[in-house]
């Protein structure tokens, strides 16, 4: 059951301004981006209709705080068929902007971050890893790039995860 005093009447605007929001409102849940979608025939919580609905009907905290936004593939086979101009892989880019905005980040994306942070990169290199390169003569690795974590305090996105640690 929807509770109408928890709906943000503004949220579909605000949504629209955002890149890849803008044609938000042109969306009249036909059901071509469901049909096409390889996350929806997986994920049985996954229906990009529902999601637009939602949006559309200003439920800004459901919206923002649900892991299901972060399912959409990319594949953009629902870009290409909707009638209406939509572009539903944009409007999960969107969603999902403005949830990291507003401090919602999902799991996997926190230890990416604080891999990103400590070493670098996404995957440890050990002494093990040089090893190998090095009887492959192979050129070694630094076993962490320090510049990486400048990168993403200036990109704003340690300032992000930081938000959501506090708001999750």
């Known amino acids: 059951m929807i509770e109408t005093n ?3 009447k503004d949220f579909k605007y605000e ?3 955002e890149h890849g929001g803008e044609n938000i409102k042109h969306c009249f849940t036909c059901g071509t981006c469901s049909v096409v979608c390889p996350v929806f025939d997986l994920e049985e919580n996954f229906d ?3 999601i637009i609905r939602m949006i ?3 439920m800004r ?3 923002l705080k649900s892991e299901t936004i972060w399912l959409c593939s990319g594949c ?3 870009y290409e068929l909707c009638p ?3 572009k539903i892989t944009n409007v999960f880019s969107a969603a999902r902007n403005m949830a990291v905005r507003e401090g919602h980040t999902p799991p996997a994306m926190r230890t990416s971050v604080d891999f990103l942070n400590k070493l670098g990169r996404l995957l440890e290199v050990s002494d093990f890893e040089n090893t190998v390169r090095e009887k492959k003569e192979i050129p070694t690795l630094e076993l962490t790039i320090p510049q990486v974590k400048e990168i993403l305090k200036k990109a704003g996105i340690q300032e992000a995860m930081d938000g959501g640690e506090a708001n999750e």
């Open 6 to 8: 928890n709906l943000d």
């Open 15 to 17: 949504f629209a301004k």
């Open 48 to 50: 990009p209709r529902k």
């Open 56 to 58: 559309i009907l200003g």
């Open 61 to 63: 905290d459901e919206v």
């Open 76 to 78: 953009y086979s629902c």
């Open 84 to 86: 209406r101009d939509v």
